[in-house]
């Protein structure tokens, strides 16, 4: 079985069964804790966590995956990758174990066709049900489960959701090691390669567990570990996966695949990191000395040295990135559109670290030849320390390197050079403390305020002379003297992009005013950057134009609330961002459909007429004469900007705009809410996800109206007769139900006529079969005891006349069928598991 086989397999499966194929997410998650995305739940760890809400109750996923934690001993065994992809089905408070369990097992016995013999499974010391499901519904040989402990509990730390897992395990066979299951057996032989987490619990303070009120479901099957074991083969680099990335690396190699071990590990090794390096590239990772981009680097580097220590100098990393996109692009055709970027920038590290590589090992083949001289057999740390510091020569290599000929590094040595490093570049550099102003006073004083510069498009990129740079453990503060920067002020939020000088580069990843019209860049320093240096700022460009659409979009939305709903609707806040708006207004009800209605059309009609957006630099007395209304929140000098956006808008505001109203392009809302009492707040988006919008909401009518065989147009009335019907049957198959049952009651009550009935009726449910019984023993008897099968599941129902405990009697009973349950002294109901048992119970109920 192909690769691309195999993801539509396993998608079509889940897909067909009620889940919604949600596509990867990025390798960088937006979970701040994490490097890389390392697990196919990381993009709905929110919906986990409560945090957001999920737009569906059950998804499926194959997403790509990066650790870091195996990267050297990649190429030196036929399993371990950096970069995966993780299969995965999930539930939001929709199906559990049950249901879990029923569609891995379905999957893997039906639409793998694995031997249900060479299976094996786990589950938690303390997960009877997880045992009971796959011995008694699955059919699963009791002495194929083998219970675990700690392997068998996941959660997402020390506290939050978590629950007991059950993993799936095939069986390679005698010749890979000892028998015995996964608990006992060869690590070898069986191989884990779904794992089932049933997220039940919620970990509070000191370890305790609680029942979660929304149970969920995350599953995970290694994509290239299925695959080699549908395949039949025991390595996951002998899938079609990876046949173009080994060839193109036996040829920089110079070697076949297959020949010698030694030179097999470097084809590995340089496959498997071409594949995690273009996929990492193609994502937005880039090379740098720090955080995943030091990862990057690091893999880039491995399998460039990995090439040239086997005597090639050729290219490397551009054939490395075709055979990539050969098997790949199916899946991912970003790598296709992006392939000439992903090629220059790593070609572009491939040349540096060139030249890095033959300084460095003319070094390090210098300090070997003293080192074995001296019959010694470790490189001193001051050497290691010099390769890194100076030439950029990374520690792991230097280790690889000495390893290879039989010699160490001096570790201590080299920790200690580079603590003496960084306490020197601490006490030359000024140290960012947020608290204390007294810094930015001090720069105001001596350079006085930032100038900003940025709100034409033609001065998003600016010259500019640094002022200053702060220096801090999580981030750095960046200051110039003019800037195309907006600083974060009146809801807007700060602007991104880089600042570069000759010798450094500053990622800005936000904007703020600080010290009364000084405006810090806040971001991360890559190499160095010094006072009084010439440098190019750059803003983000689609960013800011869409910040400043949403902007714009919030003036006319004040606007005609104003004009809607009454001169008493003030701003109370705002959020204007690059994705959408938020508004927050004073208003005491909420915004009827209609008046919405009309202000979107009011707000959108000004957008049609597409007048030009005017800024006045006047007076705040005259500002006021005019009409302006202030915003929330911002604080206004004698001299103040305000912006005429149309016939209706008039506000202060020293935030960035359109030119021309007709470049917001379209304003939608998307909620409209409460926060507090006479507060209201809309949600809007305008421009492109205003289309994107309008398009999702076009498909969702389209695909209703295919739904109800009807045109567009007649969506409404086509669903409104569609619920008639189903009202209508639901009242007449409700009428036929309880007909049914009367009948079979009166049936009952005849050919029983004792005080006790006790009999056996299948194909009800639990709470048919109590209607059932309590119409019984209406009809004159002391005791009715019904118990029947119903979907494979046992149910029991008793109905007295008082004269005896209902709930006594099914306690007494259940037990025959493997249950519990209870109810009321006149009522009771009960569940099981053991179909076997009901004739026996029928008999008992009637002695009594």
């Not at 392997?151 to 015995?180: L, Q, R, T, V």
């Not at 990335?245 to 470097?266: F, I, M």
């Not at 200690?416 to 105001?444: F, G, H, N, P, W």
């Amino acid at each position: 079985m192909e690769a691309a086989e195999l993801r539509s397999i396993f998608l079509s499966y889940f897909a067909e069964r009620g889940h919604t194929v949600v596509p990867s997410a990025s390798l960088i998650p937006h979970d701040q804790s994490l490097l890389f995305t390392i697990a196919g739940m990381v993009p709905f760890k929110p919906f986990f966590l409560e945090e957001e809400v999920p737009p569906y109750d059950r998804a499926v996923s194959i997403q790509k995956c990066f650790r870091a934690p195996d990267i050297d001993i990649i190429g030196t065994t036929q399993r371990h990758l950096t970069f995966f992809e993780m299969m995965g089905n999930f539930s939001f408070g929709d199906y559990f174990k049950d249901r879990a369990i029923e569609f891995a097992w379905g999957l893997i016995t039906e639409g793998f066709g694995l031997d249900p013999d060479r299976l094996w499974v786990t589950v938690h010391l303390s997960d009877d049900e997880a045992e009971a499901i796959w011995r008694d519904v699955i059919g699963v040989r009791p002495e194929r489960i083998q219970r675990l402990d700690e392997d068998n509990f996941w959660g997402m730390g020390e506290s939050g959701p978590c629950g007991p897992c059950s993993e799936i395990f095939y069986d390679k066979g005698p010749s890979f090691g000892a028998d015995g299951g996964p608990a006992y057996g060869g690590d070898d032989r069986f191989i884990e390669f779904w794992n089932l987490v049933f997220m039940q619990y919620e970990r509070g303070p000191g370890g305790s567990l609680t029942d979660l009120p929304t149970k969920n479901i995350d599953t995970g099957a290694g994509f290239e570990r299925v695959l080699s074991i549908l395949n039949g083969v025991e390595s996951v680099f002998a899938t079609d996966l990876f046949a173009p990335l080994l060839e193109t690396a036996s040829r920089a190699v110079g070697t076949p695949y297959g020949r010698a071990e030694s030179t097999d590990v470097a084809i590995r090794r340089i496959a498997e990191h071409g594949r995690a390096m273009t996929m990492l590239v193609a994502d937005g990772v880039l090379p740098t000395n720090e955080g995943r981009g030091y990862v990057l680097r690091r893999i880039i580097r491995r399998a460039i040295l990995a090439a040239r220590r086997s005597g090639s100098d050729a290219p490397l990393v551009e054939s490395l990135v075709d055979a990539t996109i050969e098997k790949m692009a199916g899946a991912y055709p970003i790598l296709v559109k992006d392939r000439d970027l992903i090629v220059e920038i790593l070609e572009r590290e491939e040349a540096g670290f060139g030249r890095t590589l033959r300084t460095g090992m003319t070094i390090l083949d210098e300090a070997k030849s003293a080192v074995q001289e001296r019959g010694d057999h470790v490189i001193p740390g001051e050497v290691a320390f010099r390769l890194h510091d100076t030439h950029g020569f990374p520690i792991e290599l230097t280790d690889e390197i000495a390893a290879e000929s039989g010699l160490s590094v001096d570790h201590e040595a080299f920790t200690a050079a580079m603590t003496a490093q960084r306490e020197r570049a601490r006490s030359s550099a000024k140290t960012l403390r947020i608290a204390d102003d007294s810094q930015y006073r001090d720069l105001v004083e001596r350079h006085g305020v930032s100038e900003f510069v940025g709100r034409d498009a033609s001065r998003y990129s600016v010259e500019s002379e640094v002022v200053a740079l702060l220096q801090g453990d999580d981030f750095s503060e960046l200051f110039l003297d003019v800037t195309p920067f907006y600083a974060e002020s009146g809801g807007q939020v700060g602007d991104r992009g880089a600042i570069v000088t000759e010798t450094g580069r500053f990622e800005v990843s936000d904007t703020q005013s600080v010290a009364g019209g000084l405006i810090a860049h806040r971001g991360l320093l890559h190499g160095e950057i010094l006072p009084g240096q010439l440098a190019v700022a750059t803003i983000d460009p689609a960013r800011r134009d869409a910040t400043r659409r949403n902007h714009t979009a919030t003036h006319l939305l004040h606007a005609g609330l104003r004009s809607v709903l009454g001169d008493h609707v003030r701003q109370q806040g705002s959020y204007v961002g690059p994705d959408r708006l938020r508004f927050d207004f004073s208003h005491g009800a909420p915004v009827q459909a209609e008046e919405l209605a009309t202000i979107l059309t009011i707000v959108n009609g000004d957008v049609v007429d597409n007048e030009e957006v005017d800024t006045i630099q006047t007076s705040k007395q005259e500002a006021e004469t005019m009409g302006a209304v202030a915003f929330f929140g911002d604080k206004y000098g004698d001299q103040v900007r305000v912006v005429r956006a149309g016939s209706h808008s008039l506000e202060f505001c020293g935030g960035t705009h359109v030119d021309r109203l007709g470049d917001i392009g379209q304003v939608q809302v998307l909620a409209e809410a409460s926060i507090g009492a006479n507060t209201r707040r809309i949600e809007a988006v305008s421009g492109l996800n205003a289309l994107r919008r309008s398009q999702e909401l076009e498909r969702v009518v389209s695909t209703v109206a295919g739904i109800l065989k009807t045109a567009q147009d007649d969506v409404v009335p086509a669903l409104t007769r569609m619920l008639e019907r189903q009202r209508d049957l639901e009242r007449e198959i409700g009428g036929l139900r309880q007909a049914q049952l009367t009948a079979l009651a009166d049936q009952l009550h005849r050919e029983t006529p004792t005080p006790v009935v006790a009999a056996r009726v299948d194909g009800l449910s639990g709470e048919q079969l109590r209607t059932l019984a309590q119409e019984v023993q209406r009809r004159g008897h002391r005791l009715c005891v019904l118990a029947g099968l119903a979907d494979a599941k046992v149910a029991i129902a008793v109905a007295t006349d008082e004269t005896v405990d209902a709930v006594q009697i099914v306690k007494q009973l259940a037990p025959m069928v493997g249950g519990g349950g209870g109810g009321s002294s006149r009522v009771a109901l009960a569940g099981g598991r053991d179909a076997s048992g009901i004739d026996r119970l029928v008999i008992a109920a009637s002695a009594m």
